[in-house]
């Protein structure tokens, strides 16, 4: 278990499943304590299987529209929290010029999953349920709402 930090980023490849997923979960666990932001390293397209599995658990993202760490108009992040090589790769640039804390989760990319709409929405669960767990155990549960 870790402080709680003031201000956390959740970066993965496309800012289409695995960061807005975990930036989600981080606010809806911790609320306005935390600042949450998510971005990505290359645009992409709106996932529609995000908004389904996190409806499911009372978190609407239906609306949520991915964007690059470029487009973040601030930076002071206390912790960036990378999902994918990637953006792991994009973090560890970013600590040549800031003086911020990185931490590689690696998180499976459920796009990937083949089959019926049933099985790719279990592997969307199981990359949402397996971020809920690790951000609980990452962060002091006395200070999660709700949980």
């Known amino acids: 278990m870790g402080q709680l930090p003031s201000a956390i980023l959740f970066v993965c490849t496309h800012n289409v499943i695995r960061s807005p997923m975990a930036a989600a979960l981080m606010h809806h666990y911790y609320g306005h304590r935390v600042y949450v ?12 299987f995000v908004g389904v599995v996190m409806e499911e658990i ?3 993202l239906f609306g949520h529209r991915p964007h ?12 960036v929290v990378s999902l994918s090589p990637e953006a792991q790769h994009r973090a ?6 800031m003086a911020i804390d990185i ?5 499976l990319d459920p796009s990937a999953t083949t ?11 199981m990359v949402r349920d397996g971020l809920a ?15």
């Open 58 to 60: 009372g978190i609407d």
């Open 68 to 79: 690059l760490i470029e487009d973040l108009e601030d930076m002071s992040f206390d912790v």
């Open 92 to 97: 560890v640039e970013l600590t040549r010029t």
């Open 133 to 147: 767990r690790k951000i609980l155990s990452r962060f002091p549960r006395e200070q999660a709402r709700g949980v």
């Open 37 to 48: 932001a998510s971005a990505g390293i290359r645009p992409t397209n709106p996932d529609p």
């Open 115 to 125: 089959g019926s709409r049933e099985h790719i929405l279990d592997a969307y669960r």
């Open 103 to 107: 931490e590689y989760w690696p998180t």
